[in-house]
């Protein structure tokens, strides 16, 4: 079985467990695997804002948050990142990174980042890879029509890369100190 970034060719069935992870099915070939609890992510690269590759192993012995949210330059997604901006020196000294992810193309991410002076880098996911690998697609109602879009989560991986702890569908106040003092628990135990 090939894995891919975005999943196996010729992989197990939507519903199958193997080593912990579920297997989803994202089209009619091609499966990722869906990170779980306590387990290691699987390896992935994305391309982020200011030329950055990233990979889970380039940030070996760091905290990672990745906050994924619907859109930028949206009310709610720029208060979130506005709230994350500034808690960055916090979450820098609990040893952790940050990274948005969101379905939008690198020019809108650099101009999101630009306009906000967001100190940390943005994802452009803009194939949804990620979003799907994450399982943060959702079915949405919007204006009385249904539409695929990303339910705001947020996902903590501990410096070994195991995901520690998720947020999904959550509500913008609030979160960014929760998902804070969750980064301090992890560096007070490590």
Not at 41 to 56: D, Q, S, Y
Not at 130 to 158: A, P, Q
Request: hydrophobic share 40%; with cysteine; proline share 5%.
């Amino acid at each position: 079985m090939r894995q891919t970034l975005g999943g196996a060719i010729g992989g197990p069935s939507p519903a199958l467990i193997i080593c912990g992870y579920a297997w989803t099915r994202r089209n009619r070939t091609e499966y990722f695997m869906t990170p779980a609890l306590n387990k290691p992510i699987p390896e992935f690269e994305a391309l982020a804002t200011g030329g950055v590759k990233f990979t889970p192993q380039a940030h070996a012995g760091k905290i990672v948050v990745l906050y994924f949210y619907p859109k930028d330059n949206t009310p709610g997604c720029t208060t979130e990142a506005m709230q994350f901006r500034d808690h960055y020196k916090e979450f820098v000294k609990a040893g952790a990174v940050l990274f948005g992810v969101s379905r939008d193309n690198m020019a809108s991410h650099e101009r999101f980042k630009q306009a906000l002076e967001l100190p940390f880098e943005l994802i452009a996911d803009t194939e949804e890879k990620l979003c799907h690998m994450f399982g943060v697609v959702k079915n949405k109602i919007m204006y009385g029509k249904k539409v695929k879009g990303i339910e705001r989560s947020t996902f903590l991986i501990d410096g070994t890369g195991v995901l520690r702890a998720e947020w999904r569908g959550l509500t913008v106040a609030g979160h960014v100190d929760e998902v804070l003092k969750a980064v301090k628990a992890i560096k007070k135990s490590g």
